[in-house]
Every structure is written in C-alpha cells, then in structure tokens.
Nanobody, 123 residues
Framework: VQLQASGGGLVQAGGSLRLSCAAS?????????MGWFRQTPGKEREFVAG????????YDEDSVKGRFTISRDNAKNTVYLQMNSLKPEDTAVYYC????????????????WGQGTLVTVSS
C-alpha cells in the first residue's frame, strides 16, 4: 500500500489549501484509520488531525481546531485536509499516515506514510 500526498504550496496568511492523500495498492482503504501530521526542521512530527474508518475525527485543538477539517472519500481511497485561515505558524511539511483499527495521535503508531507535501504560509 502506498500513500501519495498532494496539494501543498505557497499561500498568504488567511488563505486556504486542501491537501489530499490517495492510497493505492492492495488495501481496503475503508478499514484504515488515517491521520495528518506536520513537521518543521528540528522538531518532531506532530499530530494535526485524524479520522477513523467510521468517519469520526479528532484534531489538535490547540493549533488547528476550528480551522482545519479532515474528511475521507472511501470510494476514491482518499483522505483530505481542508485548511482555512492559514497562519505562518502552519508552515510545515504535511504527512498523511494510515493504520488499522482506530486513529492515534502518536506518529509511531502509524505503519503507512506518504511522502509529505510542503505548505508555506507567508505573512
């Protein structure tokens, strides 16, 4: 199973981006819990949002709650992260990740990782 993240880019503060993560290969995507993480140089990968196979979701409340929305389209084997009201501190490489059963906020719990997509928010 491979995960391919896309949708990053350069945006001004206050703008929006939608990240996508498509799964390919032998998988039952609908059974995977999916997560989005982000990482900046010198820092650990941090949890942004996660979504269970059933569609239940959770967010890092301190940083993105109310601005980011995670969703999934099982027919397209794709998970999305809609990012609104972007701030310069949202600048990072964003990674999608997958695991069986329920989502986790801990990066090491995930067994599948996409290659990352860079989001840059200018002030």
């Amino acid at each position: 199973v491979q995960l391919q993240a896309s949708g990053g880019g350069l945006v001004q503060a206050g703008g929006s981006l939608r990240l996508s993560c498509a799964a390919s290969g032998p998988t039952t995507f609908s059974l995977l819990a999916m997560g989005w993480f982000r990482q900046t140089p010198g820092k650990e990968r941090e949890f942004v949002a996660g979504i269970n196979p059933s569609g239940g979701s959770t967010y890092d409340e301190d940083s993105v709650k109310g601005r980011f929305t995670i969703s999934r389209d099982n027919a397209k084997n794709t998970v999305y992260l809609q990012m609104n009201s972007l701030k310069p501190e949202d600048t990072a490489v964003y990674y999608c990740a997958g695991r069986g059963l329920r989502m986790s906020t801990i990066a090491r719990d995930y067994t599948l990782w996409g290659q990352g997509t860079l989001v840059t928010v200018s002030s």
